[in-house]
């Protein structure tokens, strides 16, 4: 089981990226994972950005509600993180990560999570 993220970058504030989140190992299982975003500011705790379910159904953190938007594509075994209005307050290492089965879903509690990519970095500049 691997999870790659990509599309990281310097941005200007109020500038917009697209994560994406490649995963492979979970074959056709893949489409009925819970998966999340979450992120990691210097000296700071991870926390959780955003989750999506099987059914599509989705939980934001109140910081990135209305900017982000989480989606996936099953086909390509793929999450994303749409970010828009980018702020400075959101520069941070970006990982994806997927739900321990069994457990619960469509949550921001990392302790939930199994399996973790290797992070990208996002820096916004003011």
């Known amino acids: 089981v691997r999870l790659v993220e990509s599309g990281g970058g310097s941005v200007q504030a109020g500038g917009s990226l697209t994560l994406s989140c490649e995963a492979s190992?979970?074959?056709?299982?893949?489409?009925?994972?819970?998966l999340g975003w979450f992120r990691q500011a210097p000296g700071q705790a991870r926390e959780g950005v955003a989750t999506?379910?099987?059914?599509?159904?989705?939980i934001y953190a109140d910081s990135v509600k209305g900017r982000f938007t989480v989606s996936r594509d099953n086909d390509k075994s793929t999450l994303y993180l749409r970010m828009e209005d980018l702020k400075p307050a959101d520069s941070a290492i970006y990982y994806c990560?997927?739900?321990?089965?069994?457990?619960?879903?469509?949550?921001?509690?990392?302790?939930?999570?199994?399996?973790w990519g290797q992070g990208t970095q996002v820096t916004v500049a003011s």
């Open positions: 190992g979970f074959g056709y299982a893949y489409s009925r994972y819970c």
């Open positions: 990560a997927v739900v321990r089965p069994g457990t619960m879903c469509l949550t921001l509690m990392e302790a939930h999570y199994d399996y």
């Open positions: 999506i379910d099987r059914t599509t159904a989705t």
